[in-house]
């Protein structure tokens, strides 16, 4: 069927400048470019062109641009070309629409309305380059009550505690599986935590064999419906296990990890045969309720002797903060709360742009409800879904978070440009794919080093902007919305937020 | 307090440490932790056998029996085992003598689990190694997303019937539901969205009580092979059964099989 959707973007080649190297032919995974020997030059077809600029930045001589196209529709306030292309899209296909990363709608980001304030002349500024500055963090469940004795001098902590992870920074990475993304890729995020004393989290899809006793110390593994690559080795070699119950880029919904992307080394990961479809169903078919939950957080707590905090991760959807204190109350130690801004490999559109809330709003709630309830110390909150620079993980713990989840900007921080065509498998910057011609593009050792550069920047950030405010531990900020204020915000955002408007 | 006996030498012979390797535990009053901290404890001291007496709903037996060396003991339940026994097993066997909660074999890795009673529901979920034996019937959502990995294929034998939604979302391993009692199955949704492995009913099914993805075939020579082999072992375990193994393998089965093994694959628009 002919189809009549125009190009999304326009590739532009300066033919002064180019070589004929044939470079950004073999750069494209799509098929944009191809060499036209009869007239010695390159041609682009700007209906592949999924703009992920990999053309762009590796042409040797600077000779291609590529930018939105610019032929539009008779301009409509109700139906936008995206509107209008999308439809067209599933009357050609009947299918569901899918894409990739975090949804791109303008959703208020109350990242951008909120500032942060800082000391003048009175309780002066710290300066971190001189002061220490704690950014340690322990997330877990913390004890009601501290029973300590101090017999002749010698303080000694009476009461058992819990396992508690330990961070040196607030920043983790998040779960991304192997098999959604490459295996350079899941390299790459495990040798950057080990290196930067964080967590990387593996997501549904299982951890490599080989990996397992190098990386197991920085690990978060992931207990999903579908439960794939699950093994009681698995379990106990990671720091912690965290079921997932929902993710933000498409709360209420399972996943569907296409048979292509099955390779016979991700088959290997996720114990089940190449080439067939990694299905995980809606709900975890064992939880219905939070007695259930309750018995699959107990299990894993056995299963692993209990010696690490379990982690329970939900979408931030209407109400959830009543349904994350009922998790609390089933015994995680670890509630991540994904905003509606959180990224994926593969989600249909419709629940990606349409479903959930934004992690700001999310954080403060939940840290409200937990307070209220007496319970906030039962657990540690990792906020995740749209966090993109220093300012916003420090906003974060303001408003109640513990630590931040990162997933888009540590793809970002790799090479990714956000361009949407994750579910395809044709990552042409080695990230999103199983293709071995792709993912060798990605070098783990360049990535790993990009993605420790990123966490150490926003760490000495976060310590300039505490040091700022007088503070010289991160703990003296989790959840003290003093040190925010709100700028543009109508009153019922600033009554979530649990924050006064600037000026006030 | 659990009270657990780790029984002491016998004689000199061979014998005696085989003997110091067996133990029992008095589960009367003992709350699941406390019971679980035992086992473990007498896993690695070394025990080989452990009987486990006056079981009323603990939970997760033989699920904190992992190490890393893969330490195996043989457990016996006496009384009623409570959810999640063998929950994330990791190569144990372990025998109950009564029934069994929800949750039998939950992501089970390895081992046995033999149930000479009835199991609940979500019996043998995301199960991917080992094999469980149930003498009478289950509840719903058995063998939900069991799968399978080349050498390693969960089989699941269920003597009596099964509810709905047995082997939904299944990507691989061998089901049998035998229906001994020949009460016919009366399950809805039974494999719907299955895309790997095998469910063998004895007897037949409609259409109708399946699900859109899963194609009813009769059984061939290699299907009643694996019958055979399968059936055996039910029998070995259940020596009570009352149909004999030979009138079993005479009956009439039917086999579930996806139709394929990407039943979404063309749900979506690129």
């Known amino acids: 069927m002919k189809s009549f959707v125009f190009p999304e973007f326009q590739v532009i080649r300066d033919e002064e400048k180019c070589g004929q190297c044939r470079g950004c032919e073999r750069q494209c995974a799509f098929g944009t470019h191809t060499y036209d020997p009869a007239a010695d030059r390159l041609v682009s077809d700007d209906h592949k062109c999924v703009g992920c600029q990999r053309c762009v930045v590796f042409c040797p001589k600077n000779a291609i641009m590529v930018r939105p196209s610019p032929s539009f529709y008779r301009p409509n306030a109700s139906w936008s070309r995206e509107k209008i292309e999308d439809l067209k899209r599933q009357a050609e296909t009947g299918g569901v629409l899918l894409t990739g990363c975090g949804s791109d709608k303008p959703f208020r980001i109350y990242w951008d309305h909120i500032v942060l304030n800082a000391s003048q002349v009175t309780n002066p500024s710290l300066d971190p380059l001189r002061e220490p500055m704690e950014l340690r963090t322990f997330l877990g469940r913390k004890p009601d009550v501290m029973d300590i004795s101090a017999d002749s001098g010698e303080v000694e902590i009476r009461t058992e505690l819990c396992p508690n992870l330990v961070v040196e920074t607030p920043i983790l990475f998040s779960a991304m599986s192997y098999g959604a993304i490459s295996y350079n890729a899941f390299r790459a995020l495990a040798t950057a935590a080990s290196r930067s004393k964080t967590y990387f989290n593996t997501g549904e899809g299982g951890l490599p064999r080989e990996m397992r006793a190098e990386f197991g110390r920085c690990a978060i593994v992931q207990v999903a419906s579908g439960r794939f690559g699950i093994d009681a080795e698995y379990l106990n070699i990671a720091q912690a296990v965290e079921i997932k119950v929902g993710q933000g880029a498409k709360p209420g919904i399972g996943g569907h990890l296409p048979g292509e992307k099955v390779s016979s080394s991700v088959a290997e990961t996720r114990m089940i045969p190449q080439g067939t479809d990694a299905i995980s169903p809606a709900p975890h078919h064992d939880i219905y309720s939070i007695e259930d939950l309750s018995t699959l957080i107990t299990a894993l707590k056995e299963a692993t002797n209990y010696e690490k905090p379990i982690s329970v991760k939900i979408a931030a959807v209407h109400n959830f903060a009543a349904i994350a204190s009922g998790i609390v109350r089933a015994g995680a130690d670890i509630i991540a709360i994904d905003g509606l801004r959180g990224g994926t490999g593969a989600a249909p559109k419709a629940i990606r742009d349409n479903v959930g809330i934004p992690t700001e709003l999310a954080i403060s709630s939940l840290d409200r409800r937990l307070r209220e309830e007496g319970i906030r110390n039962r657990c540690s909150i990792i906020s995740a879904g749209g966090i993109r620079c220093s300012s916003d993980v420090i906003k974060a713990i303001a408003l109640g978070a513990d630590a931040v989840y990162i997933g888009s900007a540590a793809l970002i921080a790799m090479g990714c440009t956000l361009c949407q065509k994750c579910y395809t498998g044709k990552c042409n910057w080695g990230i999103c794919t199983q293709d071995p011609r792709l993912s060798g593009r990605l070098n783990v050792e360049i990535a790993s080093q990009r993605l420790s550069n990123l966490i150490s920047a926003w760490s000495h950030e976060i310590r300039e902007m505490l040091g700022g405010m007088g503070i010289n531990a991160l703990e003296s900020l989790r959840g003290n919305r003093d040190h925010l204020r709100g700028v543009g915000l109508c009153e019922w955002e600033l009554d979530v937020l649990g924050i006064k408007g600037a000026g006030e | ?270």
């Open chain 2, 1 to 270: 307090m659990a009270r657990a006996i780790l029984s002491g030498p016998l004689t000199n012979s061979d014998q005696a440490g085989e003997e110091m390797m067996a133990a029992q535990i008095d589960a009367a009053d003992v709350e699941t932790k406390e019971l679980n901290d035992r086992l473990r404890e007498l896993l690695l001291s070394g025990a080989k056998r452990v009987s486990i007496r006056n079981v009323c709903g603990q939970r997760y037996i033989g699920t904190r029996l992992y190490t890393p060396q893969g330490l195996r003991m043989d457990i016996e339940v006496f009384g009623t085992a409570g959810n999640d026994l063998a929950a994330f097993l990791y190569g144990h066997r372990i025998a109950v003598h009564g029934n069994a909660q929800d949750g039998v074999g939950n992501t089970m890795d390895a081992g046995e689990v033999v149930v000479r009673g009835r199991a609940g529901d979500v019996l043998g979920f995301s199960m991917r190694g080992g094999e469980i034996y149930v003498r009478d019937g289950c509840g719903y959502r058995a063998a939900l997303h069991m799968k399978e990995y080349q050498g390693k294929r969960p089989v699941l034998v269920i003597g009596g019937r099964s509810q709905d939604f047995l082997g939904e979302y299944m990507a691989g391993g061998v089901v049998i539901v035998l229906d001994l009692a020949g009460e016919r199955h009366d399950a809805h949704f039974i494999g719907t969205g299955m895309h790997g492995g095998v469910i063998y009913l004895r007897g037949s099914v409609e259409q109708s009580q399946v699900g859109d993805q899963v194609e009813i075939s009769p059984v061939d020579e290699a299907d009643r092979a694996v019958l055979a082999e399968y059936v055996t072992r039910f029998m070995e375990r259940f020596p009570e059964t009352e149909m004999t193994k030979e009138e079993i393998l005479a009956s009439g089965f039917v086999r579930l099989t996806p139709r394929s093994r990407r039943p979404y694959g063309n749900l979506y628009a690129y």
